[in-house]
């Protein structure tokens, strides 16, 4: 295989050099010193180094740029980025996901620019590549893939190429087996250096490319040749990001470059080339020639000019000798789809598709957009598109308005400003000009256009954003041939300029261009899309260095290059306003804009809407060459465009064909831009020209040069140039830039004759653009849609059509109307010829496969346009006959290969070919006529509409039809008839054979299509039947116009059923064609609904109702099931009848029910995701309502017989009824709950609102007899939850905000009402009453279960009480039924604990309530609700004395409580945090008030609500705390405290069961106490709490949940040792003053004790309390302020810090514990603190020594003896002071001691990483008692006379004696370990210890 692949390689011509004898410039070129002088270089440089990453980079970017690699070796898409190692050829994206698919051992993908390259890869890559690849591969003959083609086509063709290995020539190679496959044994040949290229020469020559230094080299290189590759780590450069440029790797000498400079531009050896190319061409070949030349000589010149890249000169100079030896490989011909050597004629074509699409100088493009970063014009974001930042951009087409405010130059003549937009990255223009024309004063030249400069530029779409687009404005002023002198001139702005003389000529002359950067603007959020103008800065004017390069200025510009201001100028100022929608939309929100010129782009948009036509053909003059003659100076050209139409009598000029853009009139002639002095001009000036469809086939552009003398006014025409603007055919000439020869000027259109005279050394350059939508540059597409006119033979026709399949699409969607109408005429005329009708068919499909890919989205709007055609436009009535009987014979046989290929591609396009169909049909049902119709269908008329024309039917509201003539006015009763004709029975025979043929076709395709869904082989099929889905709604329903509703529902049946369960792959395909047939006319038809609703049942329950955890495929498969359910009930209900009903209660019962709640759990990524693959708009929060809507429909039309029935029928024991009942109820109370009190709807939807709570009130009267008649025993385990769902929707009913129509206003009730009774007038009834009805009711049958029922009723009816206080009915029930349930519960359990809690906590939400009134809830529950009861007590003879006793107690309890929690409640409603102390306080009154009247339920209640408030204050303490009290008042076991057992239901397949109890309240108050204790770092506490909680479950033998809490207990021991905690400190607070607030009186005169916040010192804490108390005035004197300022009006404290304090028995910790437990039970249940102030007994001067005079005054502070800290609240009263003095013995005890426990601290907690602390404490310590701190104890204490003064002492010495021995042995330990754990930088400070410990043991000696 290698050794056929390389002699393949070397009998073929290179692809990238020419193979005759015509390439001796290139020899010349590189021969003798240009090589010596390389070589030379080379070995004088030193060695040099590249990363091979970058090497391998260097040789693939070099490979991409040869012929045939720069394309996709598969497809032929331009710019591959991938490529195909195993096979050695580039490749593009797409194909290479085709590639991936096959596996690595068929092909081997990588990313050209992002994967790692091994060098055996690259070397593949070198050897073969896509020309030589493609003749191994593709050797026999085949039909390759075009860059459109469908991916199922491409996959089919590679899969052919690669694997299959079809089309290699000979079987030899297919049956070879090498050890290597042929490309690795072919590269394995290569010994080349990597970075070294072999090319050939025209005589078979063979020279090396360097791509590192850019040599070049006849030699063949040998050996490394001071080139290093070394690993990627190794290269410093590339982690610095620095690019590998040859430019700075390898320094070419400056007399090198100018060799190779000079060598390039010699005209000579071009020239002589060139004729020698010319000499053997003639005719037609030979114009093609010429168009060759100019275009490469210009990219010659470019190159020379722009590039410094030897190997792209190279390349182009490669490419140059293929073309003009006649031996160029084009990369791909885009008509006919192979790979061809061409000669000048097709190579034409392909080079200026290359000119135009690829850049060959592509290697130094980014270095130039990089210096663009360096020009003023662009800041850092200005290279948007390259970074990627377009997110700020437009996403979608708009239009850009532009407004010309002003402009402020000194031109001093008139002027013309030419304003476009420009694309930097594409570098080209986008749009046409804008021609502003302005005087020399700088005013518009019409009054009208004074301050209405104004221009839109429409359809700018995101690429043309993304690609850096800017305003480019060029500014020609309009004058004589100098510019006069401006020195003294101002600006135009100013209207004080001169105007010319009159005896001046006028020309066109360059002044200035501006440039403004829309992109930039874009990404800087300065334009947006919402329609506000930008201003910027006037733009400044720049004036060009000479005036032949003025066509580039703006190039110069946006490289940065430096260009003058230009004199005297401001600059031009605009406004933009971006906005989006459409284009005739604009004059309506921007009237100003009405009248403003509209610029279009140079090519079509790429949205395209029915009816949108252009005719322009834009013509570009470059420039020209021209000779000077016998001047002296150069000329001064100017160039005059005009437009010549041969009429066979001399020719003659078309008239005002010529427009210079928008806002400028049309011209016949168009004159240019005069160049001063340059024989060369460069013009670069665009126009456009408007030709209609007969006159172009006849019209030359003409372009005449001319000689301007501007003294002598003259203009003397010397030269002139010409192009037909068609050729032969008529096909217009292509896109491109053009060389005109040129030919002496005689005044006369001689060219017409042919009797002009060449002047062989003269050109002219232009470039056309043709923009149309009327002619065509495709031969093939002209001649097919010309197929009539010109003539065609069959034969020919045929041969078109034949490369029909080649037309580019765009040309396509183009002419689209005029292809369809072409074709379908083609269909009819030779509908006899089998053979053109397969090719028409082959090419429709084609067409349609085509429109409707992928691909053809990037032209937005291709197929509405479609579908525009079919529904407006299509005329042919017999082309459904052939697509019918076509796709018939397609399907016929599934199996047959050949046929299957021609059906995928048919299913692809299968939509539009049945609508083909069903258009054409009734196309032809409309021609025959409505009597023949109506006769061939039995009756006198039209089948669908037999009444005379004008009359309709119209029925009254009983349903009794009348007629109306709309065109006489009249109305009858009496049906007309159709006036009776005589009727052709042969037409009606044939029709009805006819039509009977079609309907028998239609059927038999429907067959086939259903046989197609049933199958699940081949394995293309499941693909299809995709495809087949999505097409089969919309074409279905139209089939209703030839079908009955019988036969429609048939087929949808039929269709559906094939489709089997067993494929997955396509389920959310089927279920959405469910459900858009659900969303069509078929639905609302009843026999064809009544036949598809039971399969689309049987669909939906497969997917529906699954429960449980759901995949994303399954909640997508789950929201489309639910809404075909809701679609379907929408239809039913509307005709509601008794079998409907019964349908629709199965649908809810067997389906609807089981995923109502599921809805809720569906995340929006899902719905995104399906919306996205379906082409759906799902909404969640619309399906939830609809789903409401849904069920709340069913539930409302159902009776109790029909839910009666459901129950016998549907359900199979009383576990299924159960659950059927409570699913029910359940769902319909979730449908009217909400945190608003409207249910499922807004508030807003009254009408909605109304029916969900009326269909509600409804389904709980329908239940109550189910309940009553089957689960009557309320009492029971089972049934119980089925009375209290149906209790709670009662009252839900009842508590539906919306439905308090009485608290309306007045219009707002009657627009209520009106809306009820619209709907029915039985619903202006109001559902409250009807749902307390069925409560009441419920009550009444509750029997011995109501005692459990009491709490339910109890809230509700107190919720009655108040809210509908103004309906007196409803409370007065609500106060009878309160009383009931007092005496129910009493009769039960003899107490009323349920309802007296429920009572409570009903005022407590009330008055909580910021809405509600709370003095009237006060006085309501205080008053009037007690009231009612001692009223209902009064005449209740059977009262008991014990329950009245009880009563009453219960009412005068009540009264103190409720005094209190409404206290309470006002300071929780006004949720003021610095109120914390105060509501704390409250609560704690509650509380002790619940707890001595025994009510421990409510006494739990408050607990809970003390412990939220202190958990969000963050006192987890406390919190903690108050939740280990809740636990105390709870039992382990849940029946001692009279509740009911907690289950929990679930679904079951056949029953409602029960589910483990949780764990009781004890517990969960358990857990949570240890929760914030240990949030509190109260870890002690936390452990004695897990105790409690271990010790149960060990007593219940609960091990699984005991593991978990001996593993929380080991933690939290853990962190009493390792984790760090902080005390709080304590604050003492001494309130003085009569100026406190009435509800802070009690403050006045009493002293509390504050509990800290963590870390909070004294500073912290007076700021906060300032805060919380404003204007109290915080003193700072410790001293009691005098009694005049306590009883003054002020607020006045004093704050300090204060201890903790313990006596020794309360120390509960031994003396051996860490020192962190000590501290944390010195500060634990601590009820004393502590003050001390010290003092000296004598002044300074009288003090001996500082010790022996200093006293302690301390003050024990004692709290209220319930109090501790830390406990339930964080402020304490202080009920005790004492005061006492501590002598200085004693104060020199207590510093000692403290310092002693310290250092023990200190000692114990050292580790070798962390011993910093006691280094310091040591050296603090020792250092201090050395410095005096013992001898100061000594002389101060140890004195005779001491003990002589103060004999009281002496016992008290020996204590300090003692204390101070301590401290020497705790130092001497811990110098010890220090000494042990310090380093060797800290041992000088160890021994300074040392010395200064010595020195303090001496000292001690006492």
Same mark, same amino acid.
């Given at each position: 295989g290698?050794n056929?692949?390389?002699?393949l390689?070397s009998a073929?011509p290179s ?5 005759s ?11 003798g010193?240009?090589y ?8 004088n440089?030193?060695?040099?180094t590249?990363?091979?990453a970058k090497?391998?980079r260097?040789v693939?970017?070099?490979?991409m740029?040869q012929p045939n690699?720069?394309?996709c070796a598969?497809?032929?898409s331009?710019?591959p ?10 490749i593009?994206i ?7 698919s096959l596996?690595?051992h ?5 990313s050209?620019?992002m994967?790692k ?7 593949v890559?070198?050897?073969?590549g896509n ?5 191994f591969?593709e050797a026999?003959?085949?039909k390759k893939?075009?860059?459109n083609?469908?991916?199922?086509t491409?996959?089919d063709f ?6 299959k290995?079809?089309y290699?020539?000979?079987?030899e190679?297919?049956?070879s087996v090498s050890p290597?496959p042929p490309?690795i044994?072919l590269?394995?040949a ?7 290229m072999?090319y050939g020469?025209d005589d ?11 040599e070049?080299t ?5 050996g490394?040749e001071?080139?290093?590759v070394?690993e990627?780590?190794e290269?410093?450069?590339?982690e ?5 440029d *040859?430019?700075?790797l ?5 007399e090198l470059?100018?060799?190779?400079? /000079? ?5 000579d ?7 020698e190319? /010319?000499?053997?061409l003639s005719?037609h ?5 010429g168009e060759l ?9 470019r190159?020379?000019k722009e590039?410094?890249s030897?190997?792209v000169?190279?390349?182009?100079y490669?490419?140059v000798l ?7 490989v084009?990369? /791909?011909?885009?008509a ?5 050597m061409q ?11 290359l ?7 592509s290697?130094s ?15 850092k ?7 990627g930042?377009?997110g700020?951009?437009?996403?979608m ?5 532009l ?6 130059y000194s031109?001093?003549?008139p002027?013309?400003?030419c304003?476009?937009?420009?694309s930097?990255?594409?570098?080209t ?6 021609v502003i024309s302005?005087?020399a004063s ?8 004074i301050?209405?400069l104004k ?5 700018i ?7 850096e687009?800017?305003l480019?404005?060029?500014i020609y002023?309009?004058g004589a ?5 401006s020195s003294?001139?101002?600006?135009i702005a100013?209207g ?11 020309f ?9 950067n829309?992109?930039e603007s ?7 899309v919402?329609?506000?103008e930008f201003s910027?800065?006037?733009?400044p004017?720049?004036?060009?260095s000479s ?12 490289n940065?290059k ?10 031009v100022v605009i406004?933009?306003t971006?906005?989006q929608?459409?284009?005739a939309?604009?004059p309506?929100k921007?009237?100003?804009y009405?009248s403003?010129?509209t610029a279009h782009k140079?090519?079509? *948009?790429?949205?395209f809407?029915?009816g949108d ?9 470059c420039?020209g ?10 000329k001064?050209v100017?160039?005059?465009v005009?437009?010549v139409?041969?009429?066979g009598?001399?020719g003659?000029?078309?008239p ?5 853009g928008?806002?400028?009139g ?5 004159h240019a831009?005069?160049s001063?002095?340059?024989?060369n001009?460069n013009?670069e ?8 469809p007969?006159?172009?086939?006849r ?5 005449e040069?001319?000689h301007?003398?501007?003294?002598k *006014?003259?203009?003397d025409?010397f030269?002139y140039g010409?192009l037909?603007?068609?050729d032969d055919?008529?096909?217009v000439?292509? #896109? ?9 000027h005689?005044?006369?259109? #001689?060219?017409? #004759?042919?009797k002009m005279k ?6 002219i350059?232009v470039?056309?653009r ?13 001649s097919?849609?010309?197929?009539k006119n010109k003539?065609?033979r069959?034969p020919d026709?045929?041969e078109k059509? !034949?490369?029909f ?12 109307r005029e292809v369809f109408?072409a074709?379908?005429?083609?269909f009819d ?15 429709l499909?084609?067409?349609?496969m085509?429109?409707c890919?992928?691909?053809a !989205? ?7 346009l479609l579908d525009?055609y079919?529904?407006?436009d299509?005329?042919?009535t017999n082309v459904h006959?052939?697509?019918?009987r076509?796709?018939?014979?397609y399907f016929a046989?599934?199996?047959d290969?050949a =046929?299957s ?7 692809k396009?299968l939509?539009?070919h049945?609508k083909?169909?069903i ?11 409505p009597e023949?119709?109506g006769?061939?269908?039995?009756g006198g008329g039209?089948a669908?509409d037999?009444?005379?024309e004008?009359?309709?039917e119209?029925?009254?509201g009983?349903?009794?039809?009348y007629?109306h003539?709309?065109?006489t006015?009249?109305t009858?009763?009496?049906?007309p008839?159709?006036e009776v004709?005589?009727?052709?029975t042969e =037409?009606?025979r044939?029709f009805?054979e006819?039509?009977?043929?079609f ?7 429907m ?7 049933s199958?699940?082989?081949p ?19 139209e089939?209703f116009?030839?079908f009955d ?6 087929l949808?049946?039929?269709f559906?059923?094939?489709i089997h369960?067993e ?7 089927k279920?959405a ?8 006319s078929?639905?609302?038809r ?11 049942m049987?669909q939906?329950?497969q997917h529906?109702?699954a429960?449980?955890e759901?995949?994303?495929e399954?909640a997508?498969?789950?929201l ?5 359910? $809701?679609d379907?009930?929408r239809?039913?209900?509307q /005709?509601?009848?008794e ?9 809810l ?8 709640s599921f809805v809720?759990?569906?995340?929006h990524?899902t ?5 996205g693959?379906?082409n759906?708009?799902?909404?969640i929060?619309?399906? &939830?309502m609809?789903?409401g809507t849904?069920v ?10 029909d839910?009666?029935?459901y ?5 199979a024991d009383?576990?299924q ?6 699913d029910v109820?359940s769902?319909?109370?979730?449908f ?5 009190g409207?249910?499922l709807?807004?508030?807003q939807?009254?009408?909605l609102?109304h ?8 389904v ?5 007899p ?10 029971s385990r ?7 769902v149906l ?5 839900s009913v009842v508590r539906g905000r919306f439905?308090a129509?009485e608290d309306?206003?007045?219009?707002r009730?009657?627009y ?8 029915d007038?039985?619903?202006?009834r109001?559902p ?9 009711s419920?009550?009444g ?5 109501k005692a459990r029922?009491v *709490?339910?009723?109890?809230?509700n009816?107190?919720?009655i009480s108040t809210?509908c ?7 007065r ?12 519960e009493f009769?039960?359990?003899h107490d009323v604990k349920?309802v007296e809690?429920?009572t409570?906590?009903a005022?407590?939400?009330?008055? $909580? ?5 709370s003095a009237f ?18 005449? #209740? ?8 006793r009880?009563v009453?107690e ?5 009264g103190?409580l409720?005094?209190?929690i409404?206290?309470?409640a006002s ?5 003021d945090p610095? @109120?914390e102390d ?9 509380l002790d008030f619940l707890q001595?009247t ?9 607990l809970?609500q003390l412990?939220?408030?202190?958990r969000? $204050?963050?006192?987890y303490?406390?919190a903690g705390?108050?939740a280990e !009290?809740?636990?105390?008042m709870?039992p382990w076991?849940d029946e ?6 907690a289950t929990?239901?679930v679904r079951?397949?056949?029953?409602v069961?029960?589910l483990?109890?949780?764990?009781c ?12 204790f ?8 936390a452990?004695?709490?897990?105790d409690?909680?271990g ?11 005991l593991?978990?809490v ?5 933690s939290?021991?853990?962190a009493?040792?390792h984790e760090?905690?902080f005390?709080c400190e304590y ?9 406190f607030?009435?509800?802070l009186a009690?403050?006045s005169g009493n002293?509390y004790?504050? !509990?800290?916040?963590p ?21 700072q004197?410790l001293?009691e ?5 306590q009883?003054s009006?002020a607020? @006045? ?5 204060v ?5 020794a028995?309360?120390?509960?910790v ?11 039970f010195?500060n634990?249940?601590i009820?004393t603190?502590?003050?001390s102030r ?5 002044s ?5 020594n ?11 502070y004692?709290?209220?003896e319930?109090?501790?800290f830390?406990?339930?609240k964080r402020?304490?009263l202080v009920v005790?002071r004492k005061?006492?003095t501590m002598?200085?013995?004693e104060?020199a005890?207590?510093?000692?001691? &403290?310092t002693?426990?310290?250092l023990?601290d200190c000692?114990a907690?050292?580790t070798?990483?962390?011993?910093s602390?006691?280094? @310091? ?7 201090a008692?050395v410095q005096?701190?013992?001898?100061m104890y000594?002389?101060?204490f140890f004195t005779d006379k001491f003990?002589d ?11 300090l004696r003692?204390?101070?021995h301590?401290?020497e ?18 041992q000088?400070?160890q021994d =300074?210890?040392?010395r200064?410990?010595?020195k303090y =043991?001496?000292?001690s000696q006492?």
């Open positions: 290698g056929a692949l390389r002699e390689r073929a692809p990238s050099c020419p193979t004898s015509k390439g001796q410039h290139l020899r010349d070129l590189l021969s010193t240009l010596s002088t390389m070589a030379e270089h080379a070995a440089g030193g060695r040099r590249i990363s091979r090497l391998h260097l693939l970017e070099e490979l740029q690699n720069d394309i598969d497809c032929g331009k710019e980025k991938w490529a195909t190692t195993t096979h050695g050829c580039f593009c797409e194909c290479s996901g085709v590639h991936r596996g690595v068929v092909s081997r993908v990588k050209v620019t994967d390259w091994t060098e055996q890869e690259v070397r890559m070198k050897s073969v020309f030589y690849a493609n003749r591969y026999k003959e085949h893939p075009i860059p083609s469908s991916r199922d491409k996959i590679i899969v052919e190429k690669y694997e290995k079809a290699v020539n000979d079987e190679f297919r049956r290597l490309q044994a590269a394995e290569d010994n080349l250096p990597l970075w070294w072999e020469t078979q020559r063979v020279y090396f490319y360097n791509v590192i230094t850019e070049t006849w030699k063949r290189p040998e490394p001071g080139i290093e070394i990627e780590d290269v410093q450069s590339e610095r990001g620095e690019s590998l *040859s430019d700075k390898f320094e070419f000498p400056a470059k100018a060799k190779v400079d /000079r060598a390039l531009n010699e005209d050896k071009w020239n002589e080339l060139v004729s190319r /010319r000499a053997a005719g070949e030979l114009a093609c020639f030349v100019r275009i490469l000589h210009e990219n010659r010149r190159i020379t590039q410094d030897r190997s000169r190279a390349l182009m490669r490419q293929d073309i003009l030896n006649g031996t160029y084009a990369p /791909r011909n885009s006919t789809g192979d790979m061809v000669g000048p004629s097709e190579a034409l074509l392909t080079l200026k598709k000119a135009e699409h690829r850049s060959v100088v290697r493009r980014m270095q130039t957009l990089k210096k663009r970063t360096k020009s003023k014009f662009f800041g974001k200005s290279s948007s598109m390259q970074e930042e377009s700020a951009l437009p996403t087409n708009t239009h850009l308005l407004d010309v405010k002003a402009c402020m031109a001093n003549e002027t013309d400003l304003i476009s937009l420009y930097i990255l594409r570098e223009f986008i749009t046409e000009d804008v302005l005087t700088g005013m518009p030249e019409r009054d009208d256009d301050g209405a221009s839109i530029f429409r359809d779409g995101h690429e043309e954003y993304n690609s687009l800017v480019l404005c060029k002023r309009k041939m100098k510019t006069k002198d003294k001139s101002s600006l100013s004080t300029a001169a105007p010319a003389p009159p005896d001046t000529a006028t066109r002359r360059p002044y200035g261009c501006c440039i403004f829309i992109t874009f990404s800087d959020r300065k334009i947006t919402d329609g506000d910027p800065d006037a733009l004017i720049y004036v060009p005036e032949n390069s003025f066509h580039r200025i703006h190039e110069d510009l946006i940065g430096d260009h003058e201001r230009a004199p005297q100028s401001i600059g406004g933009l971006c906005v929608g459409d284009f939309e604009i309506e921007f009237p100003e009405t403003a010129s140079l090519y079509f *948009s790429e949205v809407e029915p036509e252009r005719n322009d053909l834009y013509v570009t003059i420039g060459e021209f000779q000077q003659g016998m001047k002296k100076t150069a001064n100017q160039l005059a005009s437009v139409c041969d009429d009598s001399g003659q000029l078309v005002n064909c010529i427009t210079r928008a806002g400028a049309r011209e016949t002639t168009f831009v005069v001063r002095h340059v024989n001009p013009v000036e665009t126009v456009r020209l408007e030709l209609s007969d006159d172009i086939d019209c030359y552009l003409l372009i040069a001319a301007c003398v501007g003294h *006014s003259k203009v025409f030269s010409y037909r603007l068609t055919s008529g096909v000439v292509a #896109d491109g830039e053009k060389r005109l020869e040129c030919f002496a005689n005044g006369k259109f #001689d060219f017409l #004759d042919g060449l002047k062989p050394k003269e050109s350059r470039r056309t043709l923009t149309s939508t009327k002619h065509t540059q495709n031969e093939t597409l002209r097919m849609l010309n197929w003539g065609q069959p026709i045929m059509l !034949k490369r399949t080649y037309i580019d699409p765009f040309e396509i969607i183009k002419f689209m109408d074709m379908f005429m083609i005329e030779y509908e006899s010829s089998e053979d053109m009708q397969n090719l028409l068919f082959d090419n499909v084609f067409l349609l085509t429109l890919d992928e691909k !989205k990037q032209y937005k709007n291709v197929l509405p525009y079919i529904e407006r299509l005329t042919n006959r052939t697509i019918l076509k796709l018939n014979f046989d599934l199996e290969t =046929k290929r021609v059906l995928r591609q048919c299913l396009g939509k539009y049945l083909l169909i258009a054409s049909r009734k196309l032809f049902v409309a021609n025959v006529g023949i119709t006769a061939a269908a039995g039209d669908l037999d009444l005379p004008g009359w309709t119209h029925r009254t009983e349903g009794k039809p007629y003539n709309a065109i006015n009249e009858t009763w009496t049906k008839q159709r004709q005589e009727i052709d =037409k009606v044939a009805q006819d039509d009977a043929s309907r028998q076709e239609i059927h038999k395709l067959n086939a299509i259903t046989d197609l869904m199958r699940t082989k394995d293309w099929v499941i693909i299809s039947q995709g495809i087949t889905l999505r097409a089969f709604p919309s074409f279905y329903e089939l116009l030839f509703d019988v036969e429609m529902g048939q949808g049946k039929a559906l059923e094939a369960k494929k997955p792959r396509i389920t959310i395909e279920l064609v469910i459900w858009a047939l659900t969303r069509s078929i639905w609302q009843e026999a064809a609904r009544d036949i598809l609703l039971p399969t689309v049987e939906v329950k529906i109702g429960g449980g759901r995949t994303t399954e997508q498969q789950t489309l099931c639910l809404e075909i359910l $809701c379907t009930v239809v039913v209900e /005709r509601p009848t079998k409907s009903n019964w349908d629709l209660c199965c649908l019962g067997d389906v609807l029910l089981k995923d109502v809720h759990s569906v995340d990524e719905v995104a995701q399906l919306n693959r379906c759906l708009k799902i909404d929060g619309e399906l &939830t609809r789903m849904s709340l429909s069913i539930l409302s039309m159902l009776t109790t017989q839910l009666e029935r129950l016998a029928e549907r359900c009383d576990a009824r159960r659950t059927f009942v409570f109820l769902c319909t109370e979730q009217i709950r909400s945190e608003d409207t249910g709807f807004p508030f939807w009254a009408f609102v029916f969900a709570f009326d269909a509600a009130a409804q709980a009267a329908k239940a109550l189910l309940l009553e008649s089957r689960f009557g025993d309320a009492d089972e049934n119980r939850p089925l009375w209290e209790v709670r929707l009662c009252f439905l129509i309306f206003s007045e219009g009730q009657k209520w009402r009106f809306l009820c009774s619209a709907r007038p039985v619903d202006a109001d409250r009453d009807a749902a307390v009805s069925t409560a009441l419920a009550w049958k509750l029997g011995g279960a029922f *709490s339910i009723f109890a809230r009816l107190l919720y809210e206080r103004k309906r007196e009915s409803l409370q029930i609500a106060f009878e039924r309160y009383y009931d349930l007092l005496r129910c009769e039960a359990l349920s809690e429920e409570v906590s005022f407590d939400e009330s008055v $909580c309530d910021a809405e509600t009134d809830i006060r006085e309501h529950f205080r008053t009037t609700l007690a009231q009612s009861v001692r009223d209902n007590l009064d005449t #209740d003879q059977s009262a008991s004395e014990e329950f009245m009880r009453n219960f009412i005068n309890d009540q103190s409720f005094d209190m409404y206290d309470l300071m929780k409603r006004d949720k610095e @109120m105060e509501t704390t306080k409250q609560y704690l009154y509650v001595k025994k009510r421990n339920d409510l006494f739990v209640k408050y809970r412990h939220k408030m202190h969000s $204050c963050g006192n303490v406390e705390i108050v !009290k809740e636990s105390e709870l076991d001692e405290n009279g509740m009911d057992e929990t239901r079951s397949d056949s029953a069961v029960t483990e109890a949780p764990e309240e004890k517990i969960q108050a358990i857990r949570r106490a240890i929760e914030c240990a949030g509190g770092k109260d870890f002690e506490r452990i004695a709490a897990c409690v909680l010790a149960h479950y060990r007593k219940t033998y609960d091990y699984e949940r593991g978990p001996l593993r929380e207990q080991a939290l021991y853990e009493i040792i760090q905690r005390p604050f003492y607070v001494a309130f003085y003053g009569k100026g607030p009435a509800e009690y403050l002293a004790i504050y !509990k800290g916040d870390l909070e010192k004294l500073g912290d804490f007076r700021e906060r309390f300032a805060k919380r108390l404003s204007g109290i005035q915080l003193l004197s001293d302020p005098s009694a005049e300022q009883e009006d607020m @006045m404290a004093i704050v300090t810090n201890k903790p304090c313990k006596d028995h309360e120390n509960e031994a003396a051996g514990a860490p020192s962190s437990v000590q501290q944390y010195a634990d249940r009820s603190f502590t003050m010290s003092f000296h007994g004598q300074k001067e009288e003090r001996v500082e010790f022996s005079d200093l006293f302690t005054k301390e003050t024990k004692t709290i209220e319930s109090v501790m830390p406990g339930m402020r304490a005790q005061e006492r002598t200085p013995v104060n005890i207590a510093s000692m001691r &403290t002693n426990a310290d023990r000692i907690a050292a070798p990483e962390n011993y602390s006691l280094t @310091m404490k040591l050296n603090g310590v020792i250092d008692a005096g701190g013992v001898r000594r002389d101060a003990r003064e103060n004999p009281e002492e002496v016992p008290k010495l020996d204590e003692q204390v101070l301590d401290q042995a705790i130092l001497a330990r811990g110098l010890d370990k220090h000494g042990s754990l310090c380093s060797s930088e800290v000088p400070l =300074k210890m040392q200064f410990f010595r =043991k001496e000292d006492l």
